[in-house]
């Protein structure tokens, strides 16, 4: 019989309880103890619901109050000495959030470590976790960076879910991940450096959690599936061959890929359990049986804990009852990575067509597939094992025949595509002389970059129109009144290129899928992107097509109120398909053309209604690259394609802009380049303008936007702060080529704050402009 168990699960809440409880508690709505009380509630209500749905090994360690690797950083110690109290204990969960936050300082009133702070404090950078739009705080080391067991959520947890009769899997981050994710700071060093000091924390808790009662733990490895230094691969032989001696049966847990040369590594480790992600890399079964000691369990991730489409059963047990075969008891099943990246509860979903639905699994769903195949194993012909598989085949065979999948319209015209379509008529120097001399801004032109605060009142104004109770012409009013106020403000404080805030836009995807043709759409579908910040993606059914203009009433409504620029604010075809739930029956790339075209329609329709500068937003670029270097150039190839494709109707005076959010942008920088936008704005606030250095080492051609402060953070910086940014900007890019800009948009934010860090930013790009005129 193979045991089933799960690598870990959404932890929002169905409701996103946990948001709204985080968001209460900054807010000083809700005490510590109300916060923590919801935490309880939401971690008992999970672990019962993996339990009802047949999972027989509950994952522990999974929940977190901001995210799962800041988490490990309290628990380390890894807590940087800024954020350090003064003759405290150990840190708080306000220290947490003012890691994950940042502080305002003793005027904001918000407060680190027990006490208010003189100088606002930076939070921790924030980037993206290995390919999936879930970001994590990034560990900051020192040469001299010591550990200590620092934080007790996760003996706490395990207490919990055994008092409620749970059997529970400590879920931890691995050693050499952690490691991985973490970047050094002052004097250069060598992270591997710091193994030999970080393995005895992990021996510690390993001996804590024995004492506790626990059997297993799962040590979550996911960099055995990217291409590994040959030094990292013999410190991963040398931290599990010292690890080893602690107690605990260990399971390593590897998703996102394959573990291809890593292959033999991973199921060579001295542990008693390897998991490998059977949906992202299938091809690396059935090597793996012949390299996995005759005394190992092995975990097989057959349902797809990334996407929501149902699981094809039959197919998955087909492989299950091979490995059974060779594996006896030592075969275990679960999910292909954890469940955090997936919905909480289709159940809940009462507005899905039946077909639809019929199609889908969220995270109760794909523990329910996970425990059938399970027991499709040891009770074959089970009632209930035989009716899902039988549900199963209805509905591979319901998609496959869907006339809402196919259009040979929106086919007939991606195969007409030729090379010179995603080509713009002239090269970027004749294309900025042009658009000089005809947009005539000043040095360090200042814009944001899109987005203005999404206040109550719009959220109220869209869900009574949604209801019914605003009428079409009273809402496009109350959406007209909050533009009319964003075009005030920016011209009030000095801008030079302005947006129109955006107010109308729900999701920067969503907005633009609901008026696509081939998307779906869930009420409750939410997943976490980055601590209270959750995103319901948007569900590729079918071909897509654009049936209409979708902005152009909007943006030229904004036009007309002012003298200045108006950008027009679009979402590119890449973000779009990273931040939906993609077709799993058409490649990536063809989902990628397909949306191309459709953005290209409304560029086009933009340019002809007089609008100069069109923004189309790339932030999930870097986030589609493959994690194996072998598969990036194919990847970025038709990434830069259809992103081209987008913008290359237009003629040379039309400036085309683009945003990336947080990257790592020195192994991409060609790829970025062969976007050919005219103005690239990236975030680069956190990171102290480093991001820059990727751009001045490639001598990157076009014009470019690096942020000059946080917007996930409360802080509003002050003008010496930003002031000191771009000089360090100046020092690596020709300031005729700067712009300055936010590191993103400002939906998040409340006006107050908006403006008064714009009030600063615009002072100064005007100091610059003195400066360097």
Avoid at 204 to 231: H, K, M, S, T, Y
Avoid at 442 to 471: D, H, K, N, V
């Amino acid at each position: 019989m193979a045991l089933a168990h799960n690598l870990g699960f959404p932890r929002i809440g169905g409701d996103r309880e946990l948001k709204k409880a985080q968001e209460a508690f900054w807010k000083g709505e809700l005490d510590e103890a109300g916060l923590r009380a919801v935490g309880r509630e939401l971690r008992a209500r999970h672990w019962q619901v993996q339990k009802d749905a047949g999972i027989e090994l509950l994952p522990v360690g999974d929940f977190a109050w901001y995210d799962q690797v800041l988490t490990h950083s309290l628990t380390f110690g890894v807590i940087p000495e800024r954020f350090r109290g003064q003759g405290e204990a150990g840190p708080t969960l306000q220290t947490l959030f003012a890691m994950a936050r940042g502080t305002l300082g003793a005027k904001g009133g918000d407060s680190c470590c027990g006490g208010a702070h003189a100088q606002p404090l930076l939070a921790q950078e924030l980037t993206k976790w290995f390919d999936t739009n879930y970001h994590y705080l990034v560990p900051e080391f020192t040469a001299d960076q010591t550990f200590a067991l620092s934080w007790e959520q996760l003996f706490e947890e395990v207490e919990e879910a055994q008092a409620l009769g749970h059997k529970a899997k400590p879920v931890v981050i691995g050693p050499l991940t952690y490691l991985w994710l973490g970047k050094a700071k002052g004097a250069e060093f060598d992270k591997l450096e710091l193994l030999e000091r970080l393995l005895p924390l992990y021996g510690q808790i390993f001996q804590r959690l024995a004492a506790q009662g626990v059997e297993w733990v799962q040590i979550d490895e996911p960099i055995l599936a990217l291409d590994l230094p040959q030094d990292w691969k013999n410190a991963f032989e040398r931290g599990y061959n010292l690890l080893q001696k602690e107690p605990l049966k260990k399971l390593v847990a590897t998703y996102f890929g394959g573990l291809e040369d890593n292959l033999g590594l991973a199921a060579g480790l001295p542990v008693d359990g390897l998991h490998i992600d059977l949906v992202r890399a299938p091809e690396q079964y059935p090597t793996i049986l012949d390299r996995l000691p005759a005394y190992k369990v092995l975990s097989l991730g057959l349902v797809n804990g990334r996407n929501v489409w149902r699981c094809d059963l039959e197919k998955a047990l087909e492989v299950l009852r091979h490995a059974h075969d060779r594996l006896g008891d030592r075969l275990w099943v679960a999910p292909s990575c954890s469940l955090l990246h997936s919905p909480v509860d289709l159940a809940r979903e009462d507005q899905l067509d039946a077909e639809l639905k019929s199609w889908l699994a969220f995270a109760v769903q794909k523990c329910e597939e996970v425990a059938v195949l399970a027991r499709a194993l040891s009770e074959p012909e089970a009632p209930d094992v035989l009716a899902a598989l039988a549900a199963s085949r209805a509905v591979q065979a319901s998609r496959a025949a869907s006339p809402r999948i196919h259009n040979p319209a929106v086919q007939a015209r991606v195969a007409a595509l030729k090379p010179q379509d995603s080509q713009r008529p002239s090269p970027f120097a004749t294309r900025i002389a042009s658009q000089r001399n005809g947009l005539y801004l000043p040095l360090f032109p200042t814009t944001t970059i899109g987005s203005f605060p999404q206040t109550p009142a719009i959220r109220l104004a869209r869900q009574a129109f949604r209801q019914g109770r605003l009428s079409e012409a009273e809402y496009t009013e109350a959406m007209h009144s909050e533009i009319r106020h964003a075009v005030e403000v920016q011209e009030k404080l000095g801008l030079d290129v302005l947006v129109h805030g955006e107010a109308e836009r729900n999701d920067m995807v969503e907005y633009f899928a609901e008026q696509l043709d081939g998307y779906a759409f869930t009420r409750f579908g939410w997943v976490q992107s980055y601590g209270s910040r959750c995103v319901k993606p948007a569900v590729i059914v079918g071909d897509l097509s654009r049936p209409k203009a979708m902005t152009v009433e909007w943006i030229t409504y904004a036009q007309g109120l002012t003298a200045k620029w108006m950008k027009g604010m679009l979402t590119g075809p890449v973000t779009m398909l990273m931040w939906s739930f993609p077709r799993e029956d058409l490649p990536r790339e063809v989902q990628a053309r397909q949306l191309a075209l459709a953005i290209r329609d409304e560029v086009l329709d933009l340019e002809a209604a007089g609008i100069r500068i069109v923004q189309i937003d790339e932030a999930a670029f870097r986030e589609g690259l493959p994690l194996r270097q072998a598969e990036w150039q194919g990847y970025l190839d038709w990434a830069a394609e259809a992103f081209r494709l987008t913008a290359s109707g237009v003629r040379d005076e039309t400036q085309i802009h683009t945003h990336m959010c947080y990257s790592e942008f020195n192994d991409v920088i060609e790829s970025i380049a062969a976007m050919d936008a005219d103005v690239i704005t990236i975030e680069t606030s956190r990171s102290d303008m480093e991001l820059l250095d990727a751009f001045e080492a490639f001598a990157y051609p076009n014009e470019i936007g690096p942020g000059v402060y946080d917007i996930h953070s409360p802080r509003v910086p002050g003008k010496e702060e930003m002031v000191k940014l771009l000089r360090k900007a100046a020092q690596r890019v020709p300031v005729e080529r700067l712009w300055v800009n936010p590191d993103c948009g400002l939906k998040t934010r409340a006006w107050p704050e908006t403006e008064a860090a714009l009030v600063n930013m615009v002072a100064a790009a005007q100091q610059l402009r003195a400066e360097f005129a």
